[in-house]
């Protein structure tokens, strides 16, 4: 046993005295079927062993199977470096500085491989393995056997293998016994684990708020509001990712509780959660979002990324719209600023793609020319590539208990097309733009067909 492996089963580390480095659970012990698992998966798996390789399903793909959820992904745990696994499959890239994985592609489907993991050494340079001053993996790509990859990995749950060699389960850490106590539990010691890579602390919310029934262990939990702040360290378009990961997976209310519990939403949306201390109707709409994301996954419907942060950083535009106003400023050029300025504010701590922060912007100016239902141009919202976008954000405003004059009202019964009320008579619309045929214009003759006309 190593000596990383030794310091996790220390006495007194809670129950890990007592569970044996690894334990094997035979092929009638568990409940893993190949029927469970994707064919592309299975392929990636059976190639690698014909090759002589050691070829394991690893981590939430096995975690989820085992408590009888549908995996959406399936990760593979190899010896094969990246560069093996390259060459074993012509459909694959090589990804990846900080992490070298291998992408095998199927259509849709992407196998991810990675190469066992283990811990670096004073002998590695820092082209293969560095730590940042504070104990972050700058980057990690030292290999190593079976034994020590599982402890890299985060959590015992997720150090859980699959060998297709003989379909038993290899389960590292503890990580049998803490998925029968549905416990989450970071491996080693949670403070150094989380200065490592201070996204474990996301991961763990996400985690709690997807797998019912589970708890955070108790030393697990501790260290994280004080390691909050870590997260402010991590690259915006990484934060990015993660905050979809956190909100879009169906438990978006779970989550925003578990965030704000453990301190950690000030450090992703800070200008967000001034306002939920600040204003109840803040807090109002932030769950109402959640609630109708939640709905809208459960019900099998897309979310759209740029409508979930469009309702997030609502409170702030509109309260810093309202200063500039208060300063002078007309509403729309006020609007325009607040946004520039929440935007520029929380690119930094997430990265907002422009085919985001665009209809992000038309959702936000919108809101100024929905109440306007008097205007001759009114019902030309009707549209506009985002009036159903602005539309269902000015309902959910109201939702929350902003009193808007009943304009949401207005707009659905025009959309209805019953008891439309009194409003001046629809002027030239695109619409009737769009169903009036083109008028064909005369091609008028070019200067020499002029001249041979008036030869002729």
Request: charged share 30%; hydrophobic share 35%; glycine share 6%.
């Amino acid at each position: 046993m190593s000596n990383f492996i030794k310091h996790i089963f220390q006495p007194g580390s809670d129950h890990r005295e007592e569970t044996p480095a690894l334990q094997i659970i035979s092929r009638d012990e568990h409940s893993i079927s190949r029927s469970q698992i994707s064919d592309a998966a299975l392929k990636v798996l059976y190639r690698l062993h014909n090759a002589g390789y050691e070829a394991l399903l690893v981590g939430g793909g096995v975690r989820d199977t085992l408590l009888g959820m549908s995996p959406k992904d399936f990760d593979v745990a190899t010896d094969a470096t990246p560069e093996q696994v390259n060459k074993l499959f012509r459909n694959s890239r090589l990804i990846g500085r900080r992490f070298k994985l291998v992408h095998v592609v199927f259509g849709r489907e992407v196998i991810e491989v990675a190469t066992f993991r283990a811990p670096p050494t004073d002998e590695h340079s820092d082209k293969i393995a560095a730590t940042g001053d504070q104990g972050m993996i700058l980057r990690d790509n030292v290999y190593g056997n079976r034994e020590e990859d599982a402890m890299r990995r985060d959590f015992t749950i997720n150090a859980l293998y699959y060998n297709i060699a003989d379909f038993s389960l290899y389960a590292y850490a503890g990580g049998w016994h803490d998925l029968k106590q549905r416990q989450l539990r970071l491996i080693g010691d949670p403070e150094t684990r989380y200065r490592e890579d201070p996204v474990r602390m996301l991961r763990a919310i996400r985690f709690l708020g997807k797998l019912n029934g589970f708890t955070l262990a108790p030393d697990t939990a501790a260290p994280i509001p004080m390691l909050a702040p870590l997260l402010e360290q991590i690259p915006s378009a990484r934060m990015f990712d993660e905050c979809l990961k956190l909100f879009l997976a169906g438990k978006a209310c779970e989550t925003l509780e578990l965030l704000r519990n453990y301190q950690l939403f000030g450090h992703i949306f800070p200008g967000t959660e001034q306002c939920l201390r600040d204003d109840d109707q803040a807090c109002e709409l932030a769950l109402n979002t959640m609630r109708n994301t939640d709905k809208r996954i459960q019900a099998g419907k897309s979310v759209t990324p740029y409508f979930f942060l469009a309702s997030l950083l609502w409170p702030q535009v509109a309260r810093v719209a309202r200063e500039f106003e208060s300063a002078g400023m007309a509403p729309h050029p006020a609007l325009q600023k607040a946004a520039d300025r929440v935007l520029a504010q929380q690119i930094r701590h997430t990265a907002i793609p422009k085919r985001f922060s665009i209809p992000m912007r038309e959702i936000w100016e919108l809101q100024l020319r929905l109440p306007k239902i008097q205007s001759r141009k009114a019902r030309e919202l009707l549209t506009h590539p985002r009036f159903r976008a602005a539309y269902d954000f000015l309902l959910l405003r109201e939702q929350s208990g902003e009193d808007l004059g009943g304009v949401g009202k207005w707009w659905t019964r025009l959309q209805e097309d019953e008891g439309v009320p009194e409003a001046p008579r629809r002027s030239k619309s695109y619409t009737d733009e769009e169903q009036r045929p083109p008028r064909k214009r005369r091609r008028r003759p070019s200067s020499s067909q002029n001249n041979n006309q008036r030869r002729g």
